[in-house]
């Protein structure tokens, strides 16, 4: 089977044949060598296979004026209202027509410039892999990587397409995004049995799954679609998924969208049997219907959303994707290590403690800077490349007096997370080998003979102080040229190297905010535990216990699920250990943040439901992450949490206005429409009223918000929100029913005179209700709204006094109103503010709304919520190829 581009003919090599073949027939077969691809025929394969995607982030107009005219109800308002301009009712209906283009185009106007927000967002991240271009390793977008692209990975990479093997070492892949598998599989580039299952497919790596361990070099066989993990990205859509918030939004408008159709259906009926005109009657009853449904809720979301990446970044928070905002408002636990943040991050070598006789402080620092994987000539000069302990031992004033350039480094096996040491063979001029060991004291001493008491006694010690230490052994190798793990026995140890980095001085007030915000802060550091603990201690932290990695070990997946809830120090972890922590956490019902920054840290930032970097961070962790803070510290992270949270509590207070006074209104109309001889409104004016809300509202994205409504993340609670308008829709129509009698009893108003005595009264309520529900607080006094969103609603309900006695007023079907109703107006709002923040009082005291200010209902996270974001990496702004796009087999 062959597969056609430009003329030329490249095999169609299923990931499943690949497997089976050897890796050098694969790269024959691919037309590609172990040196990789040309650029230019990189790029001829890019055109013909198109972008390594499986979701899009293209601002798409037509599909946001498409969702403008979603509901079936605005469609048949629309077709009713041309239809009447044929039955000569052309002024109605032009005046509907008016309305409904400047609420579409108010609609489509935000979410348009979101989403182009959106898109600016996704396009300035971009994801990158190491590739073979033209014999040079360089680093590329993953969307741009071909078939037949020689790719490199090491710990923590995401694999960015389905590969097939050439070489690795000691590779262990998690492939649990695909199978399920909580094991990670141990991949070899020996060839399997053809046709095989995808987890016994050992010679390939996977698109999405990533790399838990080792290094490894592939080609690459699939991009995008053509990839396992694309099939099932691309089922679930191409788009860039909706938040789970978005979602909640979508469901609730459906149920509203469910009670105005039942609403609507019942006032067109009983306005027939009233022998009303037909059209005039279907009119009025879709208006109703348009003014239940929150039309502006997807605008309000989006804007919000937009708005929320501008205020983060102010702050030194970067989001990668609008989804990010509501996971890190989600956020109630927080797991981080504690260098950097509650430390001050510069670790400073303090002494060296010999424990022979024979060795001098100067000779056990010559030792640890032997030990290093560090060119001895540059290192004293540049730190780039070293672990912090090693730039703290180079960068001491004893390593002035010391000359490790004199040894000459014959062999090195580096620091990895399992051993925990770094091994090198040198050797001195005129001396015979020796082999020196420096790494973590538990491993260090376990190569050496049996510890002395004394030597136990100085260790735990400085682990009490809250030093950290490094232990140095050796052993004589003569005649040895080459190391292995095995020459790592029969040690002598020559003594410690004790380091300190201090508490940093706001730490306190930063784990204050974080707990004053709900989130519990729990340390995983490869520390000793008992260094851990003296940071606690000295920070004032009182801590639910400690357990290591050994102890995590013995745990199973339950136990130590109900373990890691109550831990608060987890020590001695390793980058596994950390990940299934993170896991377990999960499990257990948390919404888990994790915050690392080194490679180590990778692992357990793809487990996060929110993994968070910082800017100083390695570009693999940086990579990994959700979430890069420009400042490593808690306080730059409660804010990004603050802010997460405001946005979402504001979108509440929307959905709390068109549950209550918005109902109210529509249903008072309702009701009207059967009691009077004439509509209380004309459609016209009911999308005009609707209009006019709507445009205030759209200032509460930017409003403030009480301390309290984010002591916890804002979640849907159905339940919640019907009591809440059973309760305030009524004291809404209460008044408004209060509005019918003054305007008829009082005033014996003309129909004109009556729609415009209500239109006037429930905007005026309907609008300026925002400022006693957007708190629980007694409005004004002790909570105040922005400027902004106290500026949109007086405009608003100043615009709305104006309307109906402007020059408009015959065009709109009002009438001049007599001066003395503007006075009973006034006492009557001012009545209906009252009675609202009474009913708020009791509303929220009550035992059902215990529930913690914006704390709407539990999280419920969605089966594909981490399948989403890994895909979300894969994102392009040009169409997704699908799974056989652009191939034409011949």
């Known amino acids: 089977m062959q597969l056609q581009t430009l003329g030329r003919s490249f095999p169609r090599l299923p990931i499943t044949d690949a497997a089976g073949l050897s890796a050098e027939h694969v790269l024959e077969l691919l037309a590609s060598g172990s040196a990789g691809l040309s650029e230019d025929e990189a790029t001829l394969r890019l055109r013909e296979f198109g972008p390594n995607a499986v979701r899009t982030h293209k601002a798409n107009g037509w599909a946001v004026l498409a969702r403008q005219f979603a509901s079936p109800i605005l469609i048949l308002l629309i077709v009713t209202a041309a239809l009447s301009v044929f039955l000569g009712d052309a002024t109605n209906s032009i005046v509907i027509g008016v309305i409904l283009v400047v609420s579409v185009g108010l609609g489509f106007g935000n979410e348009f410039r979101a989403e182009r927000a959106s898109e600016a967002l996704h396009s ?471 915050m690392g920054d080194g490679v180590n840290d990778v692992l357990a930032l793809h487990k996060a439901d929110i993994g968070i970097s910082v800017d100083s961070a390695t570009d693999v962790a940086k990579d990994a992450a959700d979430v890069v803070l420009l400042d490593k510290d808690l306080d730059v992270l409660a804010d990004g949490v603050k802010e997460g949270r405001r946005i979402f509590s504001n979108t509440i207070k929307y959905v709390l206005m068109g549950t209550s006074s918005n109902f109210g209104n529509m249903f008072s109309a309702a009701t009207a429409s059967v009691v009077l001889s004439f509509l209380p409104m004309l459609p016209g004016q009911i999308l005009l009223n609707n209009l006019l809300y709507d445009t205030g509202q759209l200032a509460i994205p930017g409003d403030r918000v009480d301390p309290e409504q984010l002591q916890a993340p804002s979640h849907w609670n159905i339940a919640f929100i019907r009591r809440f308008m059973l309760l305030f829709g009524p004291i809404s129509s209460l008044f408004d029913f209060a509005t019918f009698a003054l305007m008829l009893v009082v005033f014996d108003a003309a129909p004109g005179e009556f729609r415009s005595g209500w239109f006037i009264e429930s905007i005026a309520t309907q609008t300026l209700i925002i400022f006693a529900i957007r708190t629980r607080r007694v409005p004004f006094l002790r909570s105040r709204p922005s400027r902004g969103l106290a500026a949109a609603t007086l405009g608003v309900v100043t615009l709305g006094i104006i309307l109906p006695l402007s020059p408009l007023q015959g065009v709109l079907g009002f009438d001049p109103l007599p001066l003395p109703f503007f006075l009973a107006l006034l006492a009557m709002t001012a009545v209906y503010m009252v009675l609202v923040e009474g009913a708020k009082a009791w509303f929220f005291a009550r035992d059902a709304q215990a529930l913690p200010a914006g704390q709407l209902a539990t999280r419920h996270r969605q089966a594909n919520h981490h399948l989403d974001r890994r895909a979300s990496r894969f994102s392009s702004p040009a169409k997704v190829p699908g799974r056989d796009s652009r191939l034409r087999v011949g």
């Open 124 to 594: 300035r991240v971009t994801h990158r892999a190491v590739v073979l271009r033209d014999g040079t390793m360089k680093e590329v977008d993953v969307i741009t990587l071909v078939p037949g692209d020689v790719v490199h990975l090491s710990l923590g990479a995401i694999i960015p397409a389905d590969l097939r093997l050439l070489s690795a070492e000691n590779l262990l892949c998690d492939e649990s995004i695909l199978t399920g598998e909580s094991l990670p599989s141990a991949k070899d580039p020996a060839s399997v049995q053809a046709q095989a299952s995808l987890a016994d497919l050992a010679s390939c790596a996977f698109m999405g799954t990533i790399v838990q361990s080792g290094r490894c070099t592939g080609v690459v066989v699939a991009t995008g679609g053509r990839t396992e993990f694309g099939r099932i990205a691309l089922g679930l859509g191409e788009r860039q998924p909706q938040t789970e918030f978005q979602l909640g939004l979508k469901r609730f408008s459906f149920l509203l969208l469910q009670v105005a159709m039942v609403l609507t259906g019942l006032i067109f009926v009983a306005n027939l049997l009233l022998h009303r005109p037909l059209i005039e009657s279907l009119l009025f009853s879709l208006a109703i219907a348009v003014g239940i449904t929150p039309q502006l809720l997807p605008a309000v979301v989006s804007t919000s959303l937009a708005t929320g990446t501008r205020q983060l970044a102010k702050r030194k928070v970067l989001v990668k994707r609008l989804v990010c905002i509501e996971d890190l408002g989600d956020m109630d636990i927080l797991v981080t290590d504690k260098t950097g943040t509650l430390t001050e991050g510069r670790i400073s070598f303090t002494r060296a403690l010999p424990v022979v006789p024979q060795a001098s402080d100067v000779d056990l620092l010559t030792l640890g800077l032997l030990a290093t994987e560090a060119d001895y000539e540059n290192a004293r000069y540049s730190s780039a490349g070293q672990n912090p302990l090693d730039a703290a031992l180079w960068n001491s004033p004893g390593a002035a007096d010391c000359d490790p350039a004199r040894f000459k480094r014959l062999d090195m096996i580096g620091f990895d997370h399992q051993r925990r040491r770094t091994t090198v063979l040198v050797q001195e001029t005129g001396e015979a080998a020796l082999l020196v060991t420096k790494g973590a004291p538990e491993d260090v001493l376990a190569m050496c003979g049996p510890t002395a008491p004394a030597v136990q006694a100085m260790l735990d010690e400085e682990f009490k102080a809250g030093s950290r230490v490094v232990a140095v052994a050796t052993r004589p190798a003569a005649g040895l040229r080459k190391l292995s793990i095995t020459d790592e026995q029969e040690l002598t140890l020559a003594g410690f190297l004790v380091f300190l980095d201090r508490p940093k001085p706001n730490a306190r007030q930063s784990l204050d905010r974080l707990e004053a915000l709900g989130i519990t802060v729990k340390i995983a550091t490869g520390d000793n535990p008992a260094v851990a603990e003296k940071v606690c201690v000295d920070l004032d932290v009182s801590t639910g216990g400690t357990l290591t990695g050994a102890d995590v070990d013995k745990l199973s997946d339950p136990e130590l699920a109900v373990a890691a809830r109550s831990t608060s120090v987890f020590a001695r972890v390793s980058p596994e250990q950390k990940a299934r922590i993170i896991a377990s956490l999960r499990q257990s019902g948390g919404a888990v943040g994790f």
